[in-house]
């Protein structure tokens, strides 16, 4: 069985067919690449090189072996590559969890400028509601999670404010609120707002669904919804209001649903988290493609 060194000295020394030149760049003496060749030799029972005092070339079976052992060794050379580059985080599947048409078509616009610059690389999106997209990234089934802000949970990091929107109120078409140009934070003390699962992170819970306005008047809660046509729908049905981003306007269209910007409102912020014990070169580079691709400062 052939030794690694003595396959590289062979094949090196068939492409520089100089043994001074052949030992430089394996970064070895001289008399060691002839001490090889001539092991090999031995080994194979015949002359591999004929060597003149101005030059070296292959013996027919020299290059025999050549042509048969080059394309074994390049495949060994690039499998120990390719787990390497998995060892280190620089291939493999990057797996995105989303929810809904907005966030689905950006990223998949981000997926492929990440693919652009890591093209041993493949982004996977899956759709899932927060609550079952935390759950995934906590048991390691996906790598990043694109959520609305603030979800600020110990074991979860977010990344850069990547799309800030608009904060509107989504009204019952048929109702009073609905039929003026904006709404203010203290007419949410006029209706009840939908309330979202216990499951779901009581910071974005407080944010989405204040039990006060800005002046102390209490909200009443409404009833809960799961999912965001859950919660539309209870909007539609007249059982209270629910505060969202603008985007809502564009991909969530409803007859009985109307949309009123919310005055004096943060912000709706969008971005991805990732686990706090999983951080890797390549959800960095995810992250950098959707600044980019966004034009947001790092």
């Known amino acids: 069985m052939l030794e690694r060194h003595e396959i590289e000295a062979f094949l090196v020394l068939t ?19 002839s001490q090889t060749v001539r092991k090999l030799e031995r080994r194979v029972g015949a002359p591999l090189f004929v060597r003149t005092s101005r030059r070296v070339e292959p013996t027919a079976l020299g290059a025999q072996l050549a042509e048969e052992l080059r394309p074994a060794w390049e495949a060994v050379g690039a499998a120990v590559r390719r787990v390497a580059d998995a060892g280190h985080g620089r291939t493999g599947t990057l797996r995105v969890a989303f929810a809904g048409p907005a966030a689905g078509q950006l990223l998949v616009g981000v997926a492929e400028r990440f693919r652009g610059r890591l093209p041993d690389w493949e982004a996977t999106l899956r759709e899932a509601e927060l ?3 935390i759950a995934l990234l906590r048991a390691g089934e996906v790598d990043l999670v694109f959520a609305e802000y603030p979800l600020r949970e110990p074991d979860l990091v977010p990344g850069p404010v990547l799309v800030s929107e608009p904060r509107m109120l989504a009204l019952p078409a048929g109702h ?13 003390a006029d209706l009840p707002l939908v309330q979202l699962p216990s499951a779901v992170p009581e910071s974005f819970r407080a944010d989405r669904t204040p039990a ?6 209490p909200i009443s809660p409404g009833p809960e919804g799961g ?6 729908t209870l909007v539609g049905a007249g059982r209270g209001a629910f505060p969202l981003g603008a985007q809502a306007r564009r991909y969530h269209p409803r007859p009985d649903v109307a949309y009123r910007p919310l005055a004096d409102a943060p912000p709706v912020q969008w971005g991805l988290l990732h686990h706090r014990d999983r951080p890797t070169p390549v959800t960095e580079a995810f992250n950098r493609a959707a600044q980019d691709l966004l034009g947001v400062d790092g």
């Open 15 to 33: 492409e520089e067919l100089h043994f001074g030149r052949t030992a430089e760049r394996l970064h070895v003496s001289t008399a060691r690449i």
């Open 131 to 133: 609550v079952d997209r």
């Open 176 to 188: 009073p609120l609905a039929q003026q140009d904006v709404v203010t934070p203290e007419q949410l």
């Open 212 to 217: 006060r306005t800005p002046n102390g008047r």
């Open 227 to 232: 999912t965001l046509n859950e919660i539309l």
